[in-house]
C-alpha cells in the first residue's frame, strides 16, 4: 500500500521559475492538504481539499496554486519561484478531515530550494 | 488565538532511561491534541491524540501522553528511550477558529537518545 506519494523528493529552482509539486494518495482519502515547514517553524498550512473539484486557502497561500481534478491528485504549482518559498512541503490525506479529528497520513516531502 | 508551544528544540536522553517531550497549549475551550514523529527524510506520523475521557493517552511504538488542564500541557512520554526513538517530535491541536479543523503545529522537538 503506498499511501500518500510526493514527487519530486528534491528541486532546486532559479528565481521566477514555476513548477507543480506532485501528490497522489490511493487510500481514496476525501481530504488532502499542503503543508510547508520551515525549521523551527512547525508547519504552516497552505492549501487543502474537502474533495475533488473543492479546495480553499490555509494560511500561508500567497505564490501557489492548487487544483483537485480526482480524488487522487493534489498537485501544487508555484508560478514565480521566490527564495521566500525555499522549504519542505507535505503533503497530507485523511478519509474524512482533521475536524472529525482523524488523523493526518503524511507524504515523505519535497524539499525545495529557490536559488 | 489557539496555540500550542515546545518549550525544548532538543532533548537528550540515554537509551533505557524515561524521556518526556514537552508540550503546552493556549486554546479556548477543550483542546483537541496530537503528537506527531518525523523520522528523517520521511514525512510525519501519527502517535496520539487525546480528544476526551482518560488524562494518561496511549500511543504508538511505547510512547504515551499525559493531559494536564490545570497546567495546559500535553507532554509526551516514554518509559524506557530507544536510540530508534530519535527523530522530530510535534505536537498539535486542532484549531476551531476555522472551518477547516486545521490543525496548529509546534516548532518541533528534536529528541536524541545516545546508546
Known amino acids: 500500500n503506498a499511501g500518500v506519494t510526493q514527487t519530486p523528493k528534491f528541486r532546486i529552482l532559479k528565481i521566477g521559475q514555476s513548477m507543480t509539486l506532485q501528490c497522489t494518495q490511493d487510500?481514496?482519502?476525501?481530504?488532502m492538504y499542503w503543508y510547508r515547514q520551515d525549521p523551527g517553524m512547525g508547519l504552516k498550512l497552505i492549501y487543502y481539499?474537502?474533495?475533488?473539484?473543492?479546495?480553499d486557502k490555509g494560511e500561508v497561500p500567497n505564490g501557489y496554486n492548487v487544483s483537485r481534478s480526482t480524488t487522487e491528485d493534489f498537485p501544487l504549482r508555484l508560478e514565480l519561484a521566490a527564495p521566500s518559498q525555499t522549504s519542505v512541503y507535505f503533503c497530507?490525506?485523511?478519509?474524512?478531515?482533521?475536524?472529525?479529528?482523524?488523523?493526518?497520513?503524511f507524504g515523505s516531502g519535497t524539499q525545495l530550494s529557490v536559488l | 488565538a489557539q496555540s500550542v508551544a515546545q518549550p525544548e528544540d532538543q532533548v537528550n536522553v540515554a537509551e533505557g532511561n524515561p524521556l518526556t517531550v514537552k508540550c503546552t497549549y493556549s486554546?479556548?475551550?477543550?483542546?483537541?491534541l496530537f503528537w506527531y514523529v518525523q523520522y528523517p527524510n520521511r514525512g510525519l506520523q501519527f502517535l496520539l491524540k487525546?480528544?476526551?475521557?482518560?488524562?494518561l493517552v496511549k500511543g504508538s511504538y511505547g510512547f504515551e501522553a499525559e493531559f494536564n488542564k490545570s497546567q495546559t500541557s500535553f507532554h509526551l512520554k516514554k518509559p524506557s528511550a530507544l536510540v530508534s526513538d530519535s527523530a522530530l517530535y510535534f505536537c498539535?491541536?486542532?484549531?476551531?477558529?476555522?472551518?477547516?479543523?486545521?490543525?496548529?503545529f509546534g516548532q518541533g522537538t528534536t529528541l536524541q537518545v545516545k546508546p
Open positions: 497530507a490525506s485523511s478519509p474524512r478531515g482533521v475536524a472529525t479529528n482523524e488523523k493526518l497520513f
Open positions: 487510500m481514496n482519502h476525501n481530504y
Open positions: 481539499s474537502v474533495g475533488a473539484g473543492i479546495t
Open positions: 486554546v479556548s475551550g477543550n483542546p483537541y
Open positions: 487525546y480528544i476526551t475521557g482518560d488524562n
Open positions: 498539535a491541536v486542532r484549531d476551531f477558529s476555522s472551518n477547516t479543523g486545521k490543525l496548529i
